[in-house]
């Protein structure tokens, strides 16, 4: 991607960078952002395109006056951290480097159960019950599978159309 290139547009900033996973919230009029990856520049355009670059790991308010300046901090405030969904808090850190060049065989562990799928596909994030529906529809076609779907039908209505395809 070329840095040129907007990664984000809001009605209060566009953000351009390369190689960026930037989060950002736009709250009652205000707007909030956390470089999580790479540098990150935003551009005002609410706020005579003032510009700011965020380093990786800061986070920029802008508070809902629209007037006021952006404020950068080192760290993510914590309103904004309880409204990020759960599923994106916590990364993985990066191990490539102790594990590159010992080459790991993976071990099946078995199929996968609904018991061991039903926290995925009732999650309360339908995001991530969407994920789940792409991951494991081919697991409707086992009994088992099937028959738990089936039963909770009510907490995971998306799979209505796995179960139960229009004909």
Same mark, same amino acid.
């Given at each position: 991607? +070329? ?5 984000? /547009? $809001?009605?209060? @900033?566009? #953000?351009? !960078?390369?190689?960026?996973?930037? &989060? ?8 909030? +952002? ?5 540098? /990150? $520049?935003?551009? @005002?355009? #609410?706020? !005579?395109?003032?510009?700011?670059? &965020? ?113």
């Amino acid at each position: 991607r +070329a840095a040129s290139q907007s990664l984000l /547009l $809001t009605p209060l @900033f566009d #953000a351009r !960078g390369e190689g960026n996973a930037v &989060l950002a919230l736009l709250p009652d009029g205000g707007a909030q +952002a956390f470089a999580e990856t790479g540098a /990150l $520049t935003l551009r @005002f355009t #609410a706020l !005579g395109n003032t510009t700011l670059t &965020l380093r990786q790991g800061e986070w920029m308010n802008l508070g809902t006056g629209r007037a006021g300046k952006p404020a950068l901090s080192a760290h993510p405030g914590p309103d904004f951290v309880r409204q990020v969904p759960r599923g994106f808090l916590d990364p993985l850190p990066t191990r490539a480097d102790k594990f590159a060049g010992r080459p790991r065989e993976a071990k099946p562990v078995g199929a996968i159960s609904y018991a061991d799928a039903k926290p995925w596909i009732d999650h309360a994030d339908p995001a991530l019950r969407r994920l789940a529906l792409l991951r494991w529809k081919q697991l409707a076609k086992k009994t088992e599978f099937r028959a738990g779907l089936v039963a909770g039908i009510k907490t995971h209505p998306e799979w209505q159309v796995i179960l139960y395809p229009p004909d």
